[in-house]
C-alpha cells in the first residue's frame, strides 16, 4: 500500500493474519451500535464501517441500507462473507493508504462509521490525511460516528505468529503501545 507520510508501516496484505473476526462487542462498537439504531432514518443509505471487526453492526443494521467495510484483515473479510449479510461488501485497505481516496473517489456515503477514528494513527500527518478523505467522502448532512475510546489511546499493529491447540501456528495482529 501506498501512504502519504513517511512512517514505517508492516504489511498485511501478504498473508491471512487474524484480528476481530471472532471476538465479541467492543464497549466503543456497542455505544455506536446504540446511538445508531436509535436513527429513525437509517435506512436506504450509504454506510462506510472502517475496521469491521466481527461484523457486528452490519448484521444489526436495516439490510436496506448499503454498506461498505474495509479492514487490514483477510480472515475479517473472509468471515464476513461468511455470513451473507444483503448489500455488505468489503474491501482490503487501510484506511491510511492513498488506496481509500481512489477506491472511494466517486462514492458518496451519508454515514461514516469508524469506532477507533484516531487510535491506530502513526502520525498526525496520515490521520489529516485520512480525515480529509472521510470528509470528502461525506454527502452534504452526512455523519462520521465514532467513539470519544477511540480518541483516548493509540496503538500500533504488529504481525504476530502464533499457536493455539484448535488452530495450531496461525498469523494476528497485536496491538503494542
Given at each position: 500500500?501506498?501512504?502519504?507520510?513517511?512512517?514505517?508501516?508492516?504489511?498485511?496484505?501478504?498473508?491471512?493474519?487474524?484480528?476481530?473476526?471472532?471476538?465479541?462487542?467492543?464497549?466503543?462498537?456497542?455505544?455506536?451500535?446504540?446511538?445508531?439504531?436509535?436513527?429513525?432514518?437509517?435506512?436506504n443509505k450509504n454506510i462506510l464501517h472502517v475496521g469491521i471487526g466481527n461484523s457486528l453492526?452490519?448484521?444489526?443494521?436495516?439490510?436496506?441500507?448499503?454498506?461498505?467495510?474495509?479492514?487490514?484483515?483477510?480472515?475479517?473479510?473472509?468471515?464476513?462473507?461468511?455470513?451473507?449479510?444483503?448489500?455488505?461488501?468489503?474491501?482490503?485497505?487501510?484506511?491510511?493508504?492513498?488506496?481509500?481516496?481512489?477506491?472511494?473517489?466517486?462514492?458518496?456515503?451519508?454515514?461514516?462509521?469508524?469506532?477507533?477514528?484516531?487510535?491506530y494513527s502513526c502520525c498526525q500527518d496520515a490521520f489529516n490525511f485520512m480525515m480529509e478523505?472521510?470528509?470528502?467522502?461525506?454527502?452534504?448532512?452526512?455523519?462520521?460516528?465514532?467513539?470519544?475510546?477511540?480518541?483516548?489511546?493509540?496503538?500500533?499493529?504488529?504481525?504476530?505468529?502464533?499457536?493455539?491447540?484448535?488452530?495450531?501456528?496461525?498469523?494476528?495482529?497485536?496491538?503494542?503501545?
Open positions: 500500500m501506498n501512504f502519504n507520510c513517511k512512517c514505517s508501516k508492516p504489511t498485511f496484505f501478504n498473508k491471512k493474519y487474524s484480528y476481530w473476526e471472532k471476538r465479541e462487542i467492543t464497549t466503543d462498537e456497542q455505544e455506536i451500535l446504540d446511538k445508531i439504531l436509535l436513527e429513525s432514518d437509517l435506512k453492526i452490519a448484521k444489526k443494521i436495516d439490510n436496506t441500507n448499503n454498506i461498505i467495510g474495509i479492514t487490514i484483515s483477510h480472515n475479517e473479510i473472509d468471515y464476513a462473507h461468511s455470513l451473507e449479510i444483503q448489500n455488505y461488501k468489503t474491501i482490503f485497505c487501510d484506511k491510511y493508504s492513498k488506496n481509500l481516496a481512489k477506491l472511494f473517489s466517486k462514492q458518496n456515503f451519508d454515514l461514516i462509521i469508524d469506532p477507533n477514528l484516531k487510535s478523505n472521510f470528509f470528502n467522502f461525506l454527502k452534504p448532512g452526512g455523519k462520521i460516528i465514532t467513539s470519544i475510546n477511540g480518541m483516548k489511546w493509540y496503538k500500533s499493529l504488529k504481525p504476530k505468529l502464533t499457536f493455539s491447540f484448535k488452530s495450531l501456528f496461525y498469523f494476528k495482529m497485536k496491538e503494542v503501545p
